[in-house]
Nanobody
Framework: QVQLVESGGGLVQAGGSLRLSCAAS????????MGWYRQAPGKQREFIAS???????IHVDSVKGRFTISRDNAKNTVYLQMNSLKPEDTAVYYC??????????????WGQGTQVTVSS
């Protein structure tokens, strides 16, 4: 089994910064794409950013220039540096990973989520 554990959420004032981390553990041979999503109250979960094993990234337009995704393959960890935070960034943030087992099977996993609250 594989677990994804997020950390780094919290309460911050508008204009501030937070850095989210998500560490994967368990039966992992390798990890392909890793990503971040968020879900605000009353809204659907939305894609924020993703990164391939080779470091190629995608960021949704609403966070470009403010958020940066990165990863440490040796630690099976993905990060989301969030700068210039806005109240509309308030949401539960989830990490996601495509984990490959030693048998070559790829399975998608989700973390439990971490709350980010931005006050105005």
């Amino acid at each position: 089994q594989v677990q994804l554990v997020e950390s780094g959420g919290g309460l911050v004032q508008a204009g501030g910064s937070l850095r989210l981390s998500c560490a994967a553990s368990g039966r992992i041979f390798s990890i392909n794409a890793m990503g971040w999503y968020r879900q605000a109250p009353g809204k659907q979960r939305e894609f924020i950013a993703s990164i391939t094993r080779n470091g190629n990234t995608i960021h949704v337009d609403s966070v470009k220039g403010r958020f940066t995704i990165s990863r440490d393959n040796a630690k099976n960890t993905v990060y989301l540096q969030m700068n210039s935070l806005k109240p509309e960034d308030t949401a539960v943030y989830y990490c996601n990973a495509d984990v490959v087992s030693s048998y070559g099977r790829s399975t998608n996993y989700w973390g439990q989520g971490t709350q980010v609250t931005v006050s105005s």
